[in-house]
């Protein structure tokens, strides 16, 4: 196997063995702490932009198979895995990752000290890296001073949204899904509850979205700083009241910036398929799959219609959100799962009811 | 929800005695509760019946009683105590059923005591079939079909509905008697009917057949406010058909896509929140390896063997939470002890491979069945961490201490390929080491799979490994190549066997080379968030995160897995040690590869390195912390071993010195020092081969004891009695050599009575001296032993404290010895020392309140003991009567003889006390498993050379009402002693034979002395047997008899006879 250097740009050089794509790549390395689903978190649009580290040591165990997909390109920047598993073994494995990888052109490092590239990110946060074109010779020197220079990205969304409206019909409930780089796994659950969803991109007018009469609106997850997504926040702010709304992750938080809160930037983010979040109206612990870098700040609910739904049990951050007066509902975790636990499943029910309500509602006001 | 303020105390129940199924991890599950109920303020009852435990210790529950585990001694303590609630779910399946027991009896109602945690009734419907059947179909969680049959065509009217395989269970029989799989109408005919003959209710279980499927377990909590998380996940490496406690388990799965995992976590989360569990659970499932098809094997209500190894495997404390669950606390109010930061209501996030195996009794018991199989047969295990798979079996394999530091089958060359065949499709202990073989001898990784069923996944690992054989030996000297192999788990010694090289050489080598191992903290979180846990695995990574600190520190080995004559008795010395050393001011680390214990708590010591206990993993960590000295004389032989390899490396060891050590264990050089000191020991020399062997015991006459030299529990210990069978002892059961020399001594007929003591050097401390009820042949370790000693004259008493002094300073032992001596006709002889804590230091402890391991520790470093505040000399009697009862697990060892001997058969001890010795043999005999009836019948079978002895027995047994039983020889004997003797034919025979007796339950007590050849097929052997798959108590040892007769006596009113009035004519 072709040597492959991991470069941060503090400095710190990881040298290990390269897989996947023989390219060299460049972002921000995150971790992620999820045992299992790695299939999942690789294919989630969220992860646009960044390098993903797998805290679990083994990955590729189980291969890759066509039906854990979260989305058809992967647009993660590179893969960091301490020892990638050459031969899966899953009755539905149809391809090995490192066969995957290279399909999609996605590098990977292996043999690496995961671990202290972990705790690096933890204590330093947002770490910008590199990953180096497999076998090549580098100035390492260079490509620190590169790396310091190269500006935050911007402009996720637009570059993960899908680009023109598609349907995934059914027959119950009519759904209208703004893809800020959605997971797949979120339509499998409308679709499952038999709704007829449409999936528009991230900057459709409110008017236009409106026209397509939805008894509610779905706002997905996606990567990067919601502050960015301007369009997003006004449309939003035009549809608050007018249909049910639920929000999941970015969507969340775009939902809370309509609103008038703020959001900032976590020192390393929530990444993994095993953060508690207390459900403050059930008094209850939801053990949850995250996926983010900014949260809403709390301190700038003052003065919104806002309160407070969820929290994290471990740095008390805020998790749900919920309108005082209109149907209007987010969470910053991922109820869709795919992967990590299903315990907040429900919250696509509570969904569907709120549609219900809101259906009934509107059938009262004109009878 | 804050904790219960309307409680105050609190009854938590032990789990008694060690049994197979039953071990140490409970002693680890119940310190952790019992400190965490103190800890909230609540005031902790605990009853136990085993001495060596720490839980049983005054400093972990404000009172604490070593009474028999039966409703009728722990109703007495309810009554005495009053407390306002019982603890049952973390003390076994012994725990449990005491407290069903007890809400059966009424007591629990009459005195308004409550049972926290979970409640009785949702334990009731999760071990109850039906009721759990019912539950699963509400959750639609779906179970193996299966149906109680009563004849052979009900059985194939069910087959016909779910076809083969099926498995068929005998209802009521012990160890699965009678059962098996049947993959066709042939053997399911004779199965269902050998079965139906088997089962005292002729009722037989038949149950879907899964096995093949893989076998995941889930450790699960949840609390009162309905909040369930899962601690870990674990994949069994053997596939469903091996209890999950005899298999190779893997932390966390391994092959599962994460829509499988969730799958398995969601109906794992039902099944707990549904029968309302509030603590911890383990929920297992058997997982189709081509479809999402699944089902719910069992659901164990309670702390179990697994959650401390899920606890192990993950630094989350769970028995500790469950504790604090079971007074109200909810998972979101009780803070993650390991981060100190987060919650405990969390799923703990992994970054390593976790590997347990079992530690099987089999290289004791050779004649016993090595097939694995639905009934648990390991005394133990181990566990292993590394950041791959590869890694931490190796680690593991060599953790074992079974003589393997590789995935290397011993004697290979001895096996056939169809042989091998055989032992990989048959699962046995040593299925791993013929899957190394196998491919080594070019088998397809595929075919191994179809062998075995076990996961590709897993033998394309192991398939890595045998691979870097190949790559190691054609790399001889190759650093890149070496650092490889050290990635993947392997030992300096096996490198040091493909490279023709010394293993010393190759960690040289290494050294010099910066390839040595780091670090890495178990955390719970993966390093997500900063956590302070002093718990370490070693891997071969980049970044080192164990910080040595300034203090002064000192390690202590631990003592490996639990097995027979290795128990946990040495983890309670090893704790007490370090607990010692931190009172001296020292820092104290601990190394130790047994997930079980409480000494791999990471909370004990002020580092825990879960490490294996091999020279070179000792060696890289004492590298590492540059401790003044290791302390070896706690951790059992295992530590005692690693003792002259570690000086050879230059490390101090702490307290009597190698040499020493040396002098206690050589047997010429401690001959040599008998001699010096005067002091008499029984005849004997060391032979190195067959022809020695028969000289010496010539020359001292028979019988004679022989065993190999080093060896723990008298393993391969045997008493002989003439040429022949001195023979086949040569040549069978040791290979002696001038390596492995034989001690033959001559065999002295006495009591044996055993003495632990504590040197500093110069003073010697005796706690006191213990007499054994079995005569010198029986080992130590499976004698009831009583203190004080009941039969000892003052001078023999003296002259034991005088030898035992002079031993000591002999020796020049610093800190514990532990010394057996025989009296025959009078005199003192001394049989062994051994420089070391022995099995009986918790139990003397206990009764002297002298912590005889932290004064020994103290002395070690340097604390005389007259500083210690301790006088010298044997210390005053305790008041009262204490007797040691040995426990035994042969009901789940099929074809082994009970048989007691010079060789330790027994897994666990419980303790008797009272004022009398009747009345704490009683309890003692209660305590380890023992019904004693007032009246009954018992049965003799006894050799012509007990005949005499048994009369008197016998005797005594009719005259408090017994019915005698006997074979014609014994029978003939005892009516002309005027005995009243029902004949029974011997097997074989055409009347009712000792077999229908036995399994009749026509006898309530078997007494058996038929020794001598141990082929299975001997009679002795099949009634010894009979009489354990019946669960009659079954004497092989007069002198038990004797002392059970004598309770008996004790517990009834004398029916005499009036003295005839002379009639005068």
């Known amino acids: 196997?072709?040597?492959?250097?991991?470069?941060?740009?503090?400095?710190?050089?990881?040298?290990?063995?390269?897989?996947?794509?023989?390219?060299?790549?460049?972002?921000?390395?995150?971790?992620?702490?999820?045992?299992?689903?790695?299939?999942?978190?690789?294919?989630?649009?969220?992860?646009?932009?960044?390098?993903?580290?797998?805290?679990?040591?083994?990955?590729?165990?189980?291969?890759?198979?066509?039906?854990?997909?979260?989305?058809?390109?992967?647009?993660?920047?590179?893969?960091?895995?301490?020892?990638?598993?050459?031969?899966?073994s899953n009755f539905r494995s149809e391809i090995t990752l490192d066969e995957y990888l290279?399909?999609?052109?996605?590098?990977?490092?292996?043999?690496?000290?995961?671990?202290?590239?972990?705790?690096?990110?933890?204590?330093?946060?947002?770490?910008?890296?590199?990953?180096?074109?497999?076998?090549?010779?580098?100035?390492?020197?260079?490509?620190?001073?590169?790396?310091?220079?190269?500006?935050?990205?911007?402009?996720?969304?637009?570059?993960?949204?899908?680009?023109?409206?598609?349907?995934?019909?059914?027959?119950g409930k009519r759904v209208v899904l703004m893809d800020f780089g959605m997971k797949n796994g979120i339509l499998r659950?409308?679709?499952?509850?038999?709704?007829?969803?449409?999936?528009?991109?991230?900057?459709?007018?409110?008017?236009?979205?409106?026209?397509?009469?939805?008894?509610?609106?779905?706002?997905?997850?996606?990567?990067?700083?919601?502050?960015?997504?301007?369009?997003?926040?006004?449309?939003?702010?035009?549809?608050?009241?007018k249909v049910p709304m639920f929000g999941i992750c970015l969507g969340h938080q775009l939902i809370a910036l309509a609103c008038g809160a703020k959001s900032y930037k976590l020192p390393f983010g929530h990444r993994g398929g095993n953060h508690p979040v207390k459900n403050l109206q059930t008094g209850v612990v939801e053990i949850t799959s995250q996926n983010h870098g900014y949260v809403i700040d709390e301190n700038s609910l003052?003065?919104?219609?806002?309160?407070?739904?969820?929290?994290?049990?471990?740095?008390?951050?805020?998790?749900?959100?919920?309108?005082?007066?209109?149907?209007?509902?987010?969470?910053?975790?991922?109820?869709?799962a795919s992967p990590g636990p299903e315990d907040s499943n429900y919250l696509f029910d509570e969904f569907i009811a709120l549609m219900e309500r809101a259906g009934e509602e509107i059938a009262y006001a004109k009878a | 929800?804050?904790?219960?303020?309307?409680?105050?105390?609190?009854?938590?129940?032990?789990?008694?005695?060690?049994?197979?199924?039953?071990?140490?991890?409970?002693?680890?599950?119940?310190?952790?509760?019992?400190?965490?109920?103190?800890?909230?303020?609540?005031?902790?009852?605990?009853?136990?019946?085993?001495?060596?435990?720490?839980?049983t210790d005054t400093e972990i529950a404000d009172k604490v009683y070593i009474e028999p585990i039966s409703l009728e001694f722990v109703s007495r303590i309810l009554r005495k105590e009053r407390p306002d609630a019982i603890l049952p779910t973390l003390g076994g399946q012994t725990g449990l059923n005491m407290a069903i027991e007890l809400q059966k009896s009424g007591i629990l109602d009459e005195l308004g005591i409550e049972v926290l945690g979970t409640k009785l009734e949702a334990i009731h419907h999760a071990e109850d079939r039906e009721l759990f059947r019912s539950l699963m179909f509400e959750l639609g969680a779906p179970v193996p079909e299966s149906d109680i049959v009563h004849s052979v065509e009900e059985a194939k009217a069910f087959v016909e509905k779910i076809g083969y395989p099926v498995i068929v269970r005998p209802a009521f029989t012990l160890g699965g008697t009678g059962g098996g799989i049947c993959h066709n109408e042939q053997e399911l005919e004779e199965i269902v009917s050998s079965g139906l003959k088997y089962s005292p209710v002729k009722q037989c279980l038949l149950e879907k057949s899964i096995a093949g499927y893989k076998e995941i377990e889930f450790e699960v909590m949840?609390?009162?406010?309905?909040?369930?998380?899962?601690?870990?996940?674990?994949?069994?490496?053997?596939?469903?058909?091996?209890?999950?406690?005899?298999?190779?388990?893997?932390?966390?799965?391994?092959?599962?896509?994460?829509?499988?995992?969730?799958?398995?976590?969601?109906?794992?989360?039902?099944?707990?929140?549904?029968?309302?569990?509030?603590?911890?659970?383990?929920?297992?499932?058997?997982?189709?390896?081509?479809?999402?098809?699944?089902?719910?094997?069992?659901?164990?209500?309670?702390?179990?063997?697994?959650?401390?190894?899920?606890?192990?495997?993950?630094?989350?404390?769970?028995?500790k939470i469950a504790a604090k669950i079971a007074v109200g606390l909810t998972l979101d109010e009780i803070k993650n002890p390991v981060t100190g930061t987060t919650y405990a209501d969390f799923e703990p996030a992994i970054d390593y491979v976790v590997a347990k195996i079992p530690r099987w009794p089999f290289d004791k018991f050779e004649s016993a069945k090595r097939n694995l199989g639905t009934q648990m047969k390991a005394t133990g295990e181990v566990m292993a961490l590394g950041r791959n798979f590869e890694e931490a079996i190796l680690k593991a394999v060599r953790s074992l201490e079974t003589g393997h530091y590789h995935i290397d089958l011993k004697h290979a060359e001895d096996h056939d390929d169809n042989w091998i065949e055989k032992r990989i499709k048959k699962a046995g202990d040593e299925r791993l080491f013929f899957i190394a073989e196998a491919m080594r001898r070019g088998v397809a990784v595929e075919q191994i799979h179809k062998w075995s069923q076990i996961d590709l996944f897993f033998l394309y690992k192991l398939k890595n490994i045998i691979d870097m054989e190949t790559v190691l030996s054609e790399n001889k000297n190759d650093l890149e190549v070496l650092k490889q192999a050290k990635r993947l788990g392997f030992a300096d010694q096996k490198i040091a066997e493909l490279w023709d090289m010394e293993a010393k050489e190759i960690y040289e080598l290494r050294k010099s080379n910066g390839i040595v191992p780091v670090y890495k903290m178990v955390d719970t979180c993966a390093a997500e968030f900063e956590s302070a846990t002093p718990y370490?695995?070693?891997?071969?990574?980049?970044?080192?995160?164990?910080?040595?600190?300034?203090?002064?520190?000192?390690?202590?080995?631990?003592?490996?897995?639990?097995?027979?004559?290795?128990?946990?008795?040495?983890?309670?010395?090893?704790?007490?040690?370090?607990?010692?050393?931190?009172?001296?001011?020292?820092?104290?680390?601990?190394?130790?590869?047994?997930?079980?214990?409480?000494?791999?708590?990471?909370?004990?010591?002020?580092?825990?390195?879960?490490?294996?206990?091999?020279?070179?993993?000792?060696?890289?960590?004492?590298?590492?912390?540059?401790?003044?000295?290791?302390?070896?004389?706690?951790?059992?032989?295992?530590?005692?071993?690693?003792?002259?390899?570690?000086?050879?490396?230059?490390?101090?060891?702490?307290?009597?010195?190698?040499?020493?050590?040396?002098?206690?264990?050589?047997?010429?050089?401690?001959?040599?020092?008998?001699?010096?000191?005067?002091?008499?020991?029984?005849?004997?020399?060391?032979?190195?081969?067959?022809?020695?062997?028969?000289?010496?015991?010539?020359?001292?006459?028979?019988?004679?004891?022989v065993r190999p030299s080093y060896v723990l529990g008298g393993r391969a210990m045997e008493i002989v009695y003439n040429e022949n069978e001195l023979k086949q002892y040569m040549e069978n059961a040791v290979e002696a050599s001038p390596d492995h020399p034989v001690l033959i001594d001559r065999y002295l007929t006495g009591k044996e009575v055993e003495v632990d003591a504590i040197s500093d050097g110069e003073n010697v401390l005796i706690p006191g001296i213990m007499e054994h009820i079995e005569r010198a042949g029986v080992h130590s370790g499976d004698s009831i032993s009583v203190y004080p000693p009941q039969s000892l004259t003052q001078k023999q008493i003296e002259t034991i404290v005088d030898y035992t002094t002079r031993l000591a300073r002999g020796l020049n032992i610093v800190g514990l010895m532990n010394i057996q001596y025989v009296i025959s006709d009078g005199n003192v002889y001394v049989i062994e020392v051994n420089p070391r804590a022995s099995r009986t230091v918790p139990f003397l402890s206990k009764i002297t309140n002298i912590p005889m391991a932290n004064v020994a520790t103290k002395a070690i470093l340097g604390q005389s003991i007259v500083e210690q505040g301790y006088e010298t000399g044997l210390v005053e009697e305790k008041k009262g009567v204490y007797v040691k009862v040995p426990v035994f697990s042969f009901a789940k060892l099929r074809r082994v003889d009970i048989t007691l001997g010079p060789e330790m058969k027994s897994t666990g001890e419980v303790m008797g006390k009272d004022i009398t010795l009747e009345k704490a043999l009683y309890k003692g005999l209660v305590a380890s498993g023992i019904e004693i009836k007032p009246y009954g019948t018992v049965l003799f079978t006894v050799a012509d050379k007990d005949k005499e002895e048994a009369i008197s027995l016998a005797k005594r047994f009719q005259s408090v009402g017994y019915r005698i039983m006997a074979t014609e020889g014994t029978a003939k004997k005892f009516e002309e002693a005027g005995i009243r003797t029902e004949v029974v034919d011997k097997i074989g025979g055409k009347g009712k034979t000792l077999v229908d007796v036995i399994q009749n339950g026509d006898a309530q007590v078997v007494i058996n002395t038929l020794t001598k050849g141990k082929q299975p097929a001997r009679d002795g052997f099949r009634i010894r047997r009979e009489t354990v798959e019946n669960g009659i108590p079954c004497l092989t040892s007069l002198d038990t008899a004797n002392a059970l007769i004598t309770v008996i006596e004790s517990m009834t009113f004398a029916i005499q006879e009036m003295p005839k009035a002379e009639v005068y004519s």
């Open chain 1, 102 to 171: 290279k399909t999609h052109n996605i590098p990977g490092i292996e043999g690496i000290d995961t671990r202290k590239l972990t705790r690096i990110i933890r204590s330093k946060g947002a770490v910008r890296a590199m990953l180096t074109a497999a076998g090549e010779e580098v100035n390492v020197e260079e490509i620190v001073k590169q790396l310091n220079e190269t500006p935050y990205l911007k402009n996720h969304v637009k570059e993960v949204s899908t680009k023109m409206p598609f349907p995934s019909p059914g027959r």
């Open chain 2, 222 to 319: 949840r609390d009162s406010k309905n909040n369930a998380i899962v601690v870990c996940s674990m994949e069994n490496v053997d596939p469903v058909g091996i209890h999950t406690g005899d298999s190779i388990v893997v932390a966390p799965v391994q092959t599962l896509t994460d829509r499988e995992y969730q799958m398995l976590r969601n109906i794992s989360l039902d099944i707990i929140r549904a029968l309302k569990i509030e603590g911890g659970c383990n929920v297992q499932l058997a997982l189709d390896p081509h479809s999402f098809k699944y089902y719910v094997i069992e659901v164990n209500p309670r702390v179990s063997r697994s959650s401390a190894l899920a606890s192990k495997a993950t630094g989350y404390p769970i028995a």
């Open chain 1, 302 to 336: 003052e003065g919104t219609d806002l309160e407070i739904t969820h929290v994290s049990l471990n740095d008390g951050t805020i998790e749900g959100l919920k309108h005082k007066k209109h149907p209007v509902f987010s969470v910053q975790f991922h109820p869709e």
């Open chain 2, 536 to 705: 370490y695995y070693g891997t071969y990574e980049e970044e080192n995160e164990s910080i040595v600190s300034d203090k002064p520190s000192v390690i202590v080995l631990g003592s490996g897995p639990i097995r027979i004559g290795q128990g946990v008795e040495f983890d309670y010395a090893t704790v007490h040690s370090v607990w010692a050393i931190q009172e001296a001011g020292y820092e104290a680390i601990i190394i130790n590869s047994n997930p079980e214990t409480v000494s791999t708590d990471f909370s004990i010591s002020d580092k825990l390195y879960f490490e294996p206990l091999t020279i070179e993993d000792v060696m890289h960590i004492i590298d590492l912390e540059k401790p003044i000295g290791v302390v070896v004389q706690f951790g059992g032989q295992t530590a005692i071993n690693l003792a002259d390899k570690l000086a050879a490396n230059g490390v101090k060891i702490l307290g009597t010195s190698l040499e020493d050590i040396d002098r206690a264990e050589n047997r010429d050089l401690f001959e040599q020092a008998l001699k010096e000191l005067e002091i008499p020991q029984p005849e004997g020399d060391t032979a190195v081969s067959l022809d020695e062997a028969l000289e010496i015991a010539k020359r001292i006459g028979f019988p004679v004891l």
């Open chain 1, 189 to 241: 659950e409308l679709n499952n509850r038999h709704c007829d969803v449409l999936v528009v991109p991230y900057n459709t007018p409110a008017e236009k979205i409106m026209s397509f009469r939805p008894e509610g609106i779905l706002l997905s997850n996606g990567p990067g700083n919601p502050a960015d997504v301007t369009e997003a926040i006004e449309t939003i702010k035009e549809l608050i009241g």
């Open chain 2, 1 to 55: 929800m804050p904790k219960r303020k309307d409680i105050e105390s609190i009854l938590v129940i032990g789990s008694g005695p060690i049994v197979i199924g039953q071990a140490a991890e409970f002693d680890y599950a119940g310190t952790q509760a019992c400190l965490a109920l103190k800890e909230e303020g609540y005031k902790v009852i605990l009853i136990n019946s085993n001495p060596a435990t720490i839980m």
């Open chain 1, 1 to 88: 196997m072709k040597k492959r250097l991991l470069i941060l740009e503090d400095g710190t050089v990881f040298q290990g063995e390269a897989f996947g794509s023989e390219q060299s790549s460049q972002g921000e390395v995150v971790f992620t702490t999820g045992m299992t689903g790695y299939q999942e978190t690789i294919t989630d649009p969220s992860f646009y932009g960044q390098i993903v580290t797998f805290t679990y040591p083994l990955i590729g165990n189980y291969g890759i198979n066509s039906d854990d997909f979260e989305t058809i390109a992967p647009v993660i920047r590179g893969v960091v895995v301490r020892e990638l598993t050459k031969i899966p």
